[in-house]
């Protein structure tokens, strides 16, 4: 069931969404702020997976990877935390 959202978009906004449906582009009011929102949800995607790819390129790059267990490592981070609760 669609529900109803009221949006105060300013004259300027409100004026260029009239005129985008005057236009003919859009046939109302909503489709052209449905669109909007849609553009601004794949501009956010975009983003992270820029984010993700900058990570990866800067993990690959970072230097030889270390053979570790998981045993030494949770036994270090134990180590840590029991030295740092002495200070």
Same mark, same amino acid.
């Not at 859009?26 to 702020?33: A, D, L, P, R």
């Given at each position: 069931?669609?529900?109803?959202?009221?949006?105060?978009?300013?004259?300027?906004?409100?004026?260029?969404?009239?005129?985008?449906? /005057?236009?003919? *582009?859009?046939?109302?009011?909503?489709?052209?702020?449905? /669109?909007?929102l849609?553009?601004? &949800?794949?501009? &956010?995607?975009?983003?992270?997976?820029?984010?993700?790819?900058?990570?990866? #390129?800067?993990? /690959?790059? *970072?230097?030889? *990877?270390?053979?570790?267990?998981?045993? #030494?490592?949770?036994?270090k981070?134990?180590? &840590?935390?029991?030295? #740092?609760?002495?200070?």
């Open positions: 069931m669609a529900r109803t959202m009221t949006v105060d978009t300013g004259e300027e906004l409100r004026g260029f969404v009239e005129k985008l449906v /005057e236009s003919g *582009s859009y046939k109302t009011n909503s489709e052209v702020v449905r /669109e909007g849609r553009l601004l &949800q794949e501009k &956010q995607a975009d983003s992270k997976l820029e984010t993700l790819r900058r990570l990866i #390129d800067e993990a /690959e790059n *970072s230097g030889d *990877s270390e053979n570790w267990g998981v045993n #030494d490592f949770l036994a981070m134990k180590s &840590q935390k029991d030295k #740092d609760a002495k200070k």
